[in-house]
């Protein structure tokens, strides 16, 4: 770990020429969690690389070597610990390098953060976790996000500096760091999600009928922006939870209510049941402690669940099957087939499995 330690510079540089190791890669994760100083140092390099990968149409050779010039003479002007200095200026001639080859014509110099921008050109940074696979990602202003298997997340290059706004599909657990001038903002959907510092689970699998959004610390607002007559605004606190049917357009909302507020009538498109328990709340984030848990589930709800989790293709040749409902909680789980056997248990069923395929056949067992 030491030796990790004294070439932190090379393994961020490998991170983003995506050649770290898995243990490099956990590294640079807890070094960037153990100050904020390493975060903006390593977002600060993140910049010029994002910048040196932008070309432009209007790419003038003469112009290049211009540039290439008087990038590299700023670069003597930076003030930053020695150990840091030979890999920065790596970056720098790097970056210009990209601007003779690539097209780059026009760069705008921050002196205050040390971060190259593009002026015209606004770049998003997309993250997809493949089936099988869950990711945790530190964004540049400290928020800290579980994404799960089969989900897609993005940011733009300008996070942080205007407003802090991301797109999710699929699943994700958001830590989202305190900042009172700039509200964090989750586009799901037809969802969109403020907050200015909480902890919440969102669930927005395009292959789902509804998008659930669980808050487990704090408070966010949710808008749903295809309501009929305007915005539909829900504040949900600790403990609550909105589900948005996609087909209705409507937000149904389980709150955790007092015994004051059970002696009052709602209206039931706006409470579908009275509180969540902690059971509940539990199983809802099991997945991020790689718990694989269901609650009272459909089998063909499950099936999906598994496909993701194992990144496999389940097909449940009976209508009937799919209807079985199921309780239960997997810590650690390795194989798929753990799963089947013990649901084999309680369901009269029966699988194939087709290896090059990695498809699974469930049928009910006569």
């Known amino acids: 770990m030491e030796e990790l330690d004294k070439n932190i510079d090379n393994i961020i540089l490998k991170h983003l020429l995506k050649e770290a190791t898995e243990d490099e890669q956990n590294y640079l994760l807890k070094w960037l969690k153990s100050d904020a100083k390493n975060l903006k140092y390593f977002f600060n390099m993140k910049e ?22 008087k990038l590299l003479a700023k670069s003597k002007k930076l003030e930053m610990p020695d150990q840091k200095k030979r890999i920065w200026k790596s ?8 601007i003779v ?21 606004l770049t998003y ?18 928020t800290d996000i579980w994404i799960n298997s089969g989900t897609t997340f993005k940011y733009a290059s300008n996070f942080g500096e205007t407003n802090r706004e991301v797109f999710l599909q699929g699943e994700a657990y958001f830590n989202v760091a305190h900042d009172k001038t700039k509200t964090f903002i989750v586009h799901a959907e037809n969802i969109t ?11 927005c699998y395009p292959e789902l009928k509804t998008v659930e959004t669980t808050v487990i610390t704090g408070t966010v607002s949710l808008e749903n922006n295809n309501a009929v007559n305007g915005k539909d605004v829900v504040i949900l606190n600790k403990k609550e939870k909105a589900t948005y ?30 509180a969540l328990s902690e059971e ?10 790689q718990v694989l848990s269901f609650n009272n589930e459909t089998f063909e709800e499950i099936a999906l669940k598994l496909q993701r989790w194992f ?21 650690n789980v390795k194989s798929i087939f753990q799963v089947l056997e013990v649901i084999k248990l309680a369901t009269p069923i029966i699988y194939d499995y087709n290896e090059k395929n990695k498809e699974i056949i469930i049928k009910e067992k006569k």
């Open 245 to 274: 049917l996609k087909d209705e357009q409507k937000m149904y909302i389980s709150k955790n209510k007092t015994k004051e507020d059970l002696k009052q009538k709602f209206d039931p498109i706006e409470v579908k049941k009275l």
């Open 48 to 69: 010029i690389w994002n910048a040196s990968q932008n070309n432009s149409e209007n790419f003038k050779t003469d112009n290049s070597w211009i540039e290439l010039n």
């Open 91 to 98: 970056f720098i001639k790097y970056a210009a390098l990209i």
């Open 311 to 331: 990144n496999v293709k389940i097909i449940i040749k009976d209508e009937k099957l799919k209807n079985y409902r199921y309780k239960g909680k997997f810590d």
């Open 101 to 121: 080859l690539a097209g780059l014509s026009v760069f705008a110099f921050k002196y205050g953060n040390r971060i190259f921008k593009s002026e015209t050109l």
């Open 125 to 142: 940074t997309e993250i997809k976790t493949p089936f099988g696979q869950k990711k945790e990602v530190i964004l540049p202003d400290g």
């Open 280 to 289: 509940e709340t539990n199983y809802i984030l099991s997945w991020k402690d």
């Open 193 to 203: 999600i403020k907050v200015l510092g909480t902890s919440f689970n969102v669930k």
